[in-house]
Protein backbone atom coordinates (compact mmCIF):
# COMPACT_ATOMS: atom_id res chain seq x y z
CA UNK A 1 0.00 0.00 0.00
CA UNK A 2 0.82 3.58 -0.71
CA UNK A 3 -0.11 6.52 1.88
CA UNK A 4 0.40 10.00 0.36
CA UNK A 5 -0.20 13.07 1.97
CA UNK A 6 -0.67 16.81 0.72
CA UNK A 7 0.63 19.96 2.32
CA UNK A 8 1.34 23.54 1.31
CA UNK A 9 -2.28 24.86 0.83
CA UNK A 10 -3.77 27.73 2.05
CA UNK A 11 -5.00 31.02 1.13
CA UNK A 12 -2.99 33.91 -1.50
CA UNK A 13 -3.80 36.72 -3.09
CA UNK A 14 -4.35 36.86 -6.99
CA UNK A 15 -0.74 37.05 -8.20
CA UNK A 16 0.59 35.46 -5.37
CA UNK A 17 2.60 32.05 -5.17
CA UNK A 18 2.30 28.20 -3.26
CA UNK A 19 3.80 25.68 -2.91
CA UNK A 20 2.35 22.05 -2.84
CA UNK A 21 3.99 19.10 -1.17
CA UNK A 22 2.85 15.32 -1.66
CA UNK A 23 5.04 12.78 0.52
CA UNK A 24 4.57 9.08 -0.03
CA UNK A 25 5.40 6.64 2.19
CA UNK A 26 4.96 3.21 1.38
CA UNK A 27 5.41 0.73 -0.98
CA UNK A 28 7.52 2.04 -3.56
CA UNK A 29 7.58 1.86 -7.32
CA UNK A 30 10.18 2.66 -9.42
CA UNK A 31 8.26 3.07 -12.67
CA UNK A 32 5.14 5.45 -11.01
CA UNK A 33 4.15 8.31 -12.11
CA UNK A 34 2.63 10.75 -10.01
CA UNK A 35 -0.44 13.43 -10.96
CA UNK A 36 -1.64 16.61 -9.54
CA UNK A 37 -5.63 17.33 -9.61
CA UNK A 38 -7.93 19.64 -8.44
CA UNK A 39 -11.84 19.67 -8.01
CA UNK A 40 -13.31 23.39 -7.41
CA UNK A 41 -16.53 23.94 -5.77
CA UNK A 42 -19.55 22.38 -7.63
CA UNK A 43 -17.18 20.97 -10.75
CA UNK A 44 -15.66 18.08 -11.54
CA UNK A 45 -11.62 16.89 -11.01
CA UNK A 46 -9.99 18.16 -13.60
CA UNK A 47 -6.09 16.86 -14.00
CA UNK A 48 -3.51 19.36 -13.40
CA UNK A 49 0.20 18.03 -13.74
CA UNK A 50 1.71 14.58 -13.87
CA UNK A 51 5.45 13.21 -14.35
CA UNK A 52 7.26 9.75 -14.29
CA UNK A 53 9.20 9.42 -11.78
CA UNK A 54 11.58 7.70 -13.66
CA UNK A 55 11.89 11.06 -15.62
CA UNK A 56 10.61 10.17 -19.04
CA UNK A 57 7.74 12.60 -19.21
CA UNK A 58 6.03 15.47 -17.93
CA UNK A 59 2.42 16.86 -18.61
CA UNK A 60 0.74 20.32 -17.31
CA UNK A 61 -3.17 20.91 -18.15
CA UNK A 62 -2.76 23.83 -20.48
CA UNK A 63 -4.28 26.53 -18.25
CA UNK A 64 -1.35 25.90 -15.70
CA UNK A 65 1.39 25.82 -18.57
CA UNK A 66 4.11 28.71 -17.71
CA UNK A 67 2.47 29.08 -13.84
CA UNK A 68 3.09 25.46 -12.19
CA UNK A 69 6.18 23.29 -12.03
CA UNK A 70 6.01 19.85 -11.08
CA UNK A 71 9.26 18.41 -9.09
CA UNK A 72 10.62 16.11 -6.38
CA UNK A 73 12.73 14.90 -3.83
CA UNK A 74 13.84 11.48 -4.16
CA UNK A 75 15.43 11.32 -0.78
CA UNK A 76 12.38 12.70 0.57
CA UNK A 77 10.10 10.22 -1.91
CA UNK A 78 7.96 13.80 -2.00
CA UNK A 79 6.38 15.31 -5.22
CA UNK A 80 6.35 19.61 -5.47
CA UNK A 81 3.81 21.53 -6.64
CA UNK A 82 4.73 24.94 -7.80
CA UNK A 83 2.02 27.42 -8.56
CA UNK A 84 2.92 30.99 -9.18
CA UNK A 85 0.75 33.87 -10.64
CA UNK A 86 -2.28 32.32 -9.09
CA UNK A 87 -5.96 33.42 -10.23
CA UNK A 88 -9.20 32.66 -8.34
CA UNK A 89 -9.67 30.25 -10.91
CA UNK A 90 -6.66 28.41 -9.62
CA UNK A 91 -9.20 27.62 -5.96
CA UNK A 92 -9.76 24.38 -5.46
CA UNK A 93 -9.25 21.17 -3.27
CA UNK A 94 -5.64 19.71 -4.95
CA UNK A 95 -4.83 15.90 -4.52
CA UNK A 96 -1.93 14.32 -5.10
CA UNK A 97 -2.27 11.27 -7.23
CA UNK A 98 -0.01 8.40 -7.79
CA UNK A 99 -0.07 5.05 -10.75
CA UNK A 100 2.38 2.39 -10.19
CA UNK A 101 3.10 1.92 -13.58
CA UNK A 102 2.49 4.26 -16.63
CA UNK A 103 -0.54 3.58 -18.40
CA UNK A 104 -1.48 3.04 -22.69
CA UNK A 105 -4.14 5.22 -24.36
CA UNK A 106 -4.53 9.08 -25.51
CA UNK A 107 -4.04 11.16 -22.51
CA UNK A 108 -3.83 8.38 -19.77
CA UNK A 109 -1.93 10.56 -17.20
CA UNK A 110 -5.01 12.83 -17.32
CA UNK A 111 -7.41 10.51 -15.96
CA UNK A 112 -7.85 10.26 -12.51
CA UNK A 113 -9.52 6.59 -13.07
CA UNK A 114 -6.16 5.58 -13.51
CA UNK A 115 -4.43 5.85 -10.53
CA UNK A 116 -4.26 3.93 -7.85
CA UNK A 117 -3.67 5.43 -4.37
CA UNK A 118 -5.04 9.52 -3.54
CA UNK A 119 -3.97 11.78 -0.81
CA UNK A 120 -6.86 13.49 1.42
CA UNK A 121 -5.89 17.44 -0.54
CA UNK A 122 -4.98 20.39 0.37
CA UNK A 123 -7.39 23.39 0.13
CA UNK A 124 -6.06 26.69 -2.14
CA UNK A 125 -8.11 29.46 -2.03
CA UNK A 126 -7.51 32.37 -4.19
CA UNK A 127 -8.66 35.98 -3.59
CA UNK A 128 -9.06 38.54 -6.11
Known amino acids: QVQLVESGGGLVQAGGSLRLSCAAS????????MGWFRQAPGKEREFVAA????????YYTDSVKGRFTISRDNAKNTVFLQMNSLQPEDTAIYYC?????????????????????WGQGTQVTVSS
Open 51 to 58: FSWSGGYT
Open 97 to 117: AQKRVPGFGSNWWSIGGVYDY
Open 26 to 33: GRSFSSKV
